[in-house]
C-alpha cells in the first residue's frame, strides 16, 4: 500500500479470525505480519502482548483523553467547569498527559502508550481520537439526538446555548491516519486524529434531527452543567476540547478522508437501520451505559419555565 494511493480491497479477501485476547498465546495468529493495528488495546499488559509478538511494525489506537492541563486535571474526572482542564485550543501530541497507572481509562492508556512507543525494538505509533462514530459503532452518541427524533420530541434542551465544542472523529479518518501510518511505519510517536470540521452542540442536534426528518424547538440554557443534568449531551463541555492536526498533515501528509458534514448522515441513518423493530441498548451495548431519556423530567422542566 502506498502513501497518497488509497486501495479498496473485496471483503471476501480478508480472513476473519475469532479470538479473546486475554487467553495465552491468543495473537499468536498476528506472527510473521508486516503491522498489527489493534484498535481495542486498554492497558500496559496489551501493550506488552503486542510486543511479544513476531512482527514488523505496531498501530495502536489510544484517545485524546490522555491530556492533562497544568493542574494534572483531565476528561476522566471533569464534572462541571471548575474541573475542567485548561487545555490549549487546538491541542498539539506535545501537551503533557496524564500520569500512566491503573486508576482510570486515561492513565492505563498512558500506560499503554508509553510502553509501545518506549520499546526501542518494535516501530509503534500511537493514534489519539475523540468523539468517535462510525457504522457498527457501538456507543452511538448521535443516538441521543436520533431516538428523540424518532419519539417525535417538540423539543431538545442544551446546556452552554449549544456551544459546547468536542472534536469529533469519524472511523474513515482514523482508518485514513492508520493507512499513511502503515505506509511510513518508521514514522513512530502519537497521532491525533479529529475531523476537520468538528462541529458544536447546536449543530450535531440540528443536523441529526434534519436526517431524520424532524427539527427540534430549542431550547437553550446560558449555563454549563454536571455531567448527567438535564441538557447536557455526549460532547456537551464548558470548554472547547479540539485536537490539532498539524503533525500528521506535516509529517504524513495527512488529508482527512471525509467531513463530518459528510459523514454525519450516514451514520444517522446507519444508527436508524440498525435499531429498527429491535431494542436500542442490544445495538448500542456502550450507549447503553451513557445515554439518557428522561422525558419526563424534560417535560417537568418546560412545564414550569
Given at each position: 500500500?502506498?502513501?497518497?494511493?488509497?486501495?479498496?480491497v473485496a471483503a471476501d479477501e480478508y480472513e476473519y479470525v475469532s479470538l479473546d485476547r486475554d487467553q495465552d498465546g491468543a495473537l499468536s495468529v498476528a506472527n510473521g505480519f508486516d503491522l498489527v493495528v489493534d484498535v481495542i488495546p486498554f492497558e500496559a499488559a496489551h501493550a506488552k502482548q503486542l510486543l511479544a509478538l513476531d512482527t514488523g511494525a505496531l498501530i495502536a489506537i489510544s484517545s485524546a483523553s490522555v491530556y492533562a492541563d497544568e493542574q494534572g486535571r483531565t476528561l476522566d474526572e471533569a464534572e462541571g467547569v471548575d474541573d475542567f482542564p485548561e487545555l490549549p485550543v487546538p491541542?498539539?501530541?506535545?501537551?503533557?498527559?496524564?500520569?500512566?497507572?491503573?486508576?482510570?481509562?486515561?492513565?492505563?492508556?498512558?500506560?499503554?502508550?508509553?510502553?509501545?512507543?518506549?520499546?526501542?525494538?518494535?516501530?509503534?505509533?500511537?493514534?489519539?481520537?475523540?468523539?468517535?462514530?462510525?457504522?457498527?459503532?457501538?456507543?452511538?452518541?448521535?443516538?441521543?439526538?436520533?431516538?428523540?427524533?424518532?419519539?417525535?420530541?417538540?423539543?431538545?434542551?442544551?446546556?452552554?446555548?449549544?456551544?459546547?465544542?468536542?472534536?469529533?472523529?469519524?472511523?474513515?479518518?482514523?482508518?485514513?491516519?492508520?493507512?499513511?501510518?502503515?505506509?511510513?511505519?518508521?514514522?513512530?510517536?502519537?497521532?491525533?486524529?479529529?475531523?476537520?470540521?468538528?462541529?458544536?452542540?447546536?449543530?450535531?442536534?440540528?443536523?441529526?434531527?434534519?436526517?431524520?426528518?424532524?427539527?427540534?424547538?430549542?431550547?437553550?440554557?446560558?449555563?454549563?452543567?454536571?455531567?448527567?443534568?438535564?441538557?447536557?449531551?455526549?460532547?456537551?463541555?464548558?470548554?472547547?476540547?479540539?485536537?490539532?492536526?498539524?503533525?500528521?498533515?506535516?509529517?504524513?501528509?495527512?488529508?482527512?478522508?471525509?467531513?463530518?458534514?459528510?459523514?454525519?448522515?450516514?451514520?444517522?441513518?446507519?444508527?436508524?437501520?440498525?435499531?429498527?423493530?429491535?431494542?436500542?441498548?442490544?445495538?448500542?451495548?456502550?450507549?447503553?451505559?451513557?445515554?439518557?431519556?428522561?422525558?419526563?423530567?424534560?417535560?417537568?422542566?418546560?412545564?414550569?419555565?
Amino acid at each position: 500500500m502506498l502513501a497518497g494511493k488509497r486501495e479498496r480491497v473485496a471483503a471476501d479477501e480478508y480472513e476473519y479470525v475469532s479470538l479473546d485476547r486475554d487467553q495465552d498465546g491468543a495473537l499468536s495468529v498476528a506472527n510473521g505480519f508486516d503491522l498489527v493495528v489493534d484498535v481495542i488495546p486498554f492497558e500496559a499488559a496489551h501493550a506488552k502482548q503486542l510486543l511479544a509478538l513476531d512482527t514488523g511494525a505496531l498501530i495502536a489506537i489510544s484517545s485524546a483523553s490522555v491530556y492533562a492541563d497544568e493542574q494534572g486535571r483531565t476528561l476522566d474526572e471533569a464534572e462541571g467547569v471548575d474541573d475542567f482542564p485548561e487545555l490549549p485550543v487546538p491541542i498539539p501530541e506535545t501537551q503533557a498527559t496524564v500520569e500512566p497507572g491503573d486508576g482510570t481509562y486515561s492513565t492505563k492508556k498512558v500506560a499503554l502508550e508509553r510502553i509501545l512507543l518506549g520499546n526501542g525494538e518494535v516501530p509503534a505509533a500511537i493514534v489519539r481520537p475523540c468523539a468517535i462514530y462510525g457504522r457498527g459503532d457501538r456507543m452511538g452518541r448521535e443516538w441521543h439526538f436520533v431516538k428523540r427524533a424518532l419519539d417525535g420530541r417538540p423539543h431538545v434542551i442544551l446546556t452552554s446555548n449549544g456551544s459546547g465544542h468536542f472534536h469529533t472523529t469519524a472511523s474513515e479518518n482514523i482508518g485514513e491516519l492508520v493507512r499513511l501510518l502503515a505506509a511510513q511505519p518508521a514514522s513512530s510517536g502519537a497521532y491525533n486524529c479529529g475531523d476537520p470540521d468538528p462541529p458544536s452542540v447546536l449543530e450535531i442536534a440540528r443536523a441529526t434531527a434534519a436526517t431524520a426528518g424532524h427539527s427540534f424547538d430549542e431550547v437553550l440554557l446560558p449555563e454549563p452543567a454536571v455531567r448527567g443534568d438535564l441538557g447536557q449531551t455526549p460532547w456537551s463541555t464548558p470548554k472547547a476540547f479540539l485536537v490539532d492536526m498539524a503533525k500528521a498533515q506535516a509529517g504524513l501528509a495527512y488529508r482527512p478522508a471525509v467531513s463530518w458534514a459528510e459523514a454525519l448522515p450516514r451514520q444517522v441513518e446507519w444508527l436508524i437501520a440498525a435499531t429498527r423493530g429491535r431494542d436500542w441498548r442490544e445495538v448500542l451495548t456502550r450507549g447503553a451505559n451513557y445515554l439518557r431519556f428522561d422525558y419526563e423530567a424534560e417535560d417537568s422542566f418546560l412545564a414550569a419555565s
